[in-house]
């Protein structure tokens, strides 16, 4: 008879497969990771080893414990594939001619992008489809919303923001300061146009 399977041999069954299908539509590791939260996962990297946190336990399951295709070098080799496929695909794609107004538009977005490292606003898909946006862009903005979801995620976790108590108490912290910040600034301001009252004033007198 055979050996009924334990529930720990088929939560890594459930975890391979979930990883499979984030590989299958990753083209980086910031992607998989965002595919993978999107299924409540969150992959670690500790020391070069990869580990992977599902929703019902404390403590990550090691690519180890999972087989040699869900480390570091084999989740990287994938990727790399499916990015370099993704290139030669969207190289056979042909291009409308962009027109001038549209190059210099496009290279002022580029000078005025912020930092990969920031937090960026997600984008409205819908909308810009709408707006007769094209597949080339979508593409990109699926990604960039992607980047995003997991941008955020590392910052709150980073900065112990996932508990939703201290997540509220930061952002009244940060109300309260920019109130004070405008106060200041008004203060400041008043100042400024008293002096420029009083100048005139004495330039006024002068003549």
């Given at each position: ?115 990969d490292n920031t937090l960026q606003r997600m984008v409205d898909r ?82």
């Open positions: 008879q055979p050996t009924k399977p334990t529930k720990f041999e088929t939560d890594k069954a459930k975890l391979r497969r979930t990883i499979r299908q984030a590989l299958s539509q990753a083209g980086s590791f910031d992607e998989f990771a965002s595919l993978l939260l999107r299924e409540g996962v969150t992959v670690k990297e500790s020391r070069g080893r990869l580990s992977y946190l599902t929703p019902d336990r404390t403590k990550p399951i090691t690519a180890r414990k999972l087989g040699d295709d869900f480390d570091k070098a084999a989740v990287l080799a994938l990727l790399t594939q499916n990015a370099h496929r993704a290139a030669e695909q969207t190289t056979a794609i042909p291009e409308y001619p962009h027109t001038q107004k549209e190059r210099l538009r496009e290279e002022k977005t580029a000078k005025t992008a912020p930092a819908e909308a810009k489809r709408a707006e007769g946006k094209g597949v080339g862009y979508d593409r990109w903005a699926s990604l960039h919303n992607l980047k995003q979801m997991a941008a955020t995620h590392n910052f709150l976790m980073e900065n112990e923001l996932l508990d939703l108590d201290k997540l509220d108490a930061a952002v009244e912290s940060s109300r309260k300061a920019l109130s004070e910040a405008r106060e200041s600034l008004r203060g400041i301001e008043q100042s400024i146009s008293d002096k420029k009252s009083l100048r005139k004033v004495v330039n006024d007198y002068r003549r």
